[in-house]
Protein backbone atom coordinates (compact mmCIF):
# COMPACT_ATOMS: atom_id res chain seq x y z
CA UNK A 1 0.00 0.00 0.00
CA UNK A 2 2.67 2.29 0.79
CA UNK A 3 4.75 1.65 -1.97
CA UNK A 4 1.45 2.09 -4.34
CA UNK A 5 0.59 5.60 -2.61
CA UNK A 6 4.46 6.75 -3.07
CA UNK A 7 4.25 5.52 -7.05
CA UNK A 8 1.12 7.62 -7.20
CA UNK A 9 2.85 10.93 -6.01
CA UNK A 10 5.57 11.15 -7.99
CA UNK A 11 2.89 10.20 -10.97
CA UNK A 12 0.92 13.20 -9.57
CA UNK A 13 4.42 15.36 -9.15
CA UNK A 14 5.62 14.77 -12.73
CA UNK A 15 2.42 15.83 -14.18
CA UNK A 16 2.00 19.02 -12.36
CA UNK A 17 5.89 19.26 -13.63
CA UNK A 18 5.06 18.74 -17.26
CA UNK A 19 2.01 20.96 -17.27
CA UNK A 20 3.45 23.76 -15.41
CA UNK A 21 6.44 23.60 -18.07
CA UNK A 22 4.06 23.68 -20.75
CA UNK A 23 1.84 26.34 -18.93
CA UNK A 24 5.36 28.43 -19.10
CA UNK A 25 6.38 27.77 -22.62
CA UNK A 26 3.13 28.86 -24.32
CA UNK A 27 3.16 32.18 -21.66
CA UNK A 28 7.08 32.84 -23.40
CA UNK A 29 5.41 31.45 -27.18
CA UNK A 30 2.98 34.28 -26.59
CA UNK A 31 4.97 37.25 -25.32
CA UNK A 32 7.56 36.19 -28.20
CA UNK A 33 4.49 36.04 -30.73
CA UNK A 34 3.72 39.39 -29.80
CA UNK A 35 6.54 40.90 -29.85
CA UNK A 36 7.52 39.79 -33.56
CA UNK A 37 4.45 40.37 -34.72
CA UNK A 38 4.67 44.29 -33.31
CA UNK A 39 8.22 44.64 -34.83
CA UNK A 40 7.88 42.92 -37.49
CA UNK A 41 5.55 44.04 -40.62
CA UNK A 42 5.92 42.60 -44.29
CA UNK A 43 4.21 42.98 -47.58
CA UNK A 44 4.10 39.35 -48.01
CA UNK A 45 0.96 37.16 -47.78
CA UNK A 46 0.53 35.54 -44.62
CA UNK A 47 1.11 32.06 -46.12
CA UNK A 48 4.19 32.98 -47.27
CA UNK A 49 5.29 34.56 -43.78
CA UNK A 50 3.86 31.79 -41.61
CA UNK A 51 5.78 29.06 -44.39
CA UNK A 52 9.09 30.84 -44.14
CA UNK A 53 8.51 30.99 -40.26
CA UNK A 54 8.00 27.47 -40.35
CA UNK A 55 10.58 26.36 -41.75
CA UNK A 56 13.34 28.50 -39.91
CA UNK A 57 11.42 27.01 -36.80
CA UNK A 58 11.79 23.42 -37.84
CA UNK A 59 15.77 24.23 -38.39
CA UNK A 60 15.96 25.28 -35.28
CA UNK A 61 14.05 22.66 -33.46
CA UNK A 62 16.30 20.16 -35.03
CA UNK A 63 19.44 21.35 -33.95
CA UNK A 64 17.75 22.10 -29.77
CA UNK A 65 17.36 18.48 -30.77
CA UNK A 66 20.25 17.25 -32.03
CA UNK A 67 22.23 18.47 -28.75
CA UNK A 68 19.97 17.26 -26.36
CA UNK A 69 20.81 14.44 -28.24
CA UNK A 70 24.35 15.24 -27.95
CA UNK A 71 23.80 15.17 -24.10
CA UNK A 72 22.36 11.91 -23.68
CA UNK A 73 24.58 10.06 -26.08
CA UNK A 74 28.09 12.02 -23.94
CA UNK A 75 26.50 11.09 -20.47
CA UNK A 76 25.90 7.18 -21.57
CA UNK A 77 28.90 6.79 -22.63
CA UNK A 78 30.58 8.48 -19.28
CA UNK A 79 28.61 6.50 -17.34
CA UNK A 80 27.73 3.55 -18.86
CA UNK A 81 23.67 4.75 -18.41
CA UNK A 82 21.20 7.14 -19.77
CA UNK A 83 20.89 10.08 -17.74
CA UNK A 84 17.86 10.16 -15.42
CA UNK A 85 15.60 12.67 -15.12
CA UNK A 86 17.43 15.47 -12.43
CA UNK A 87 20.95 14.72 -14.19
CA UNK A 88 18.96 16.00 -16.93
CA UNK A 89 18.56 19.87 -14.93
CA UNK A 90 22.00 21.15 -16.29
CA UNK A 91 20.21 20.91 -20.10
CA UNK A 92 16.36 22.06 -18.93
CA UNK A 93 16.43 25.02 -20.99
CA UNK A 94 17.24 23.33 -23.70
CA UNK A 95 13.96 21.41 -23.23
CA UNK A 96 11.70 24.33 -22.59
CA UNK A 97 12.92 26.24 -25.92
CA UNK A 98 12.62 22.67 -27.51
CA UNK A 99 9.06 22.58 -26.45
CA UNK A 100 8.00 26.26 -26.79
CA UNK A 101 9.67 25.72 -30.71
CA UNK A 102 7.72 22.56 -30.95
CA UNK A 103 3.97 24.53 -30.09
CA UNK A 104 5.35 27.74 -32.10
CA UNK A 105 5.20 25.35 -35.35
CA UNK A 106 2.14 23.39 -34.08
CA UNK A 107 0.18 27.17 -33.91
CA UNK A 108 1.88 28.23 -36.95
CA UNK A 109 0.68 25.09 -38.80
CA UNK A 110 -3.02 25.45 -37.77
CA UNK A 111 -3.09 29.01 -39.28
Known sequence: MCSRYRQYREWKRDIRDHAASRIQSLVRFTQRATVKDTTKRTDQPATVRYAAAIVQLSKEKRHIKQQL???DARFTLRNGRPPLKFEKEPIRN????YHAVK???ALLSSL
Open 69 to 71: KDY
Open 94 to 97: LYES
Open 103 to 105: AEI
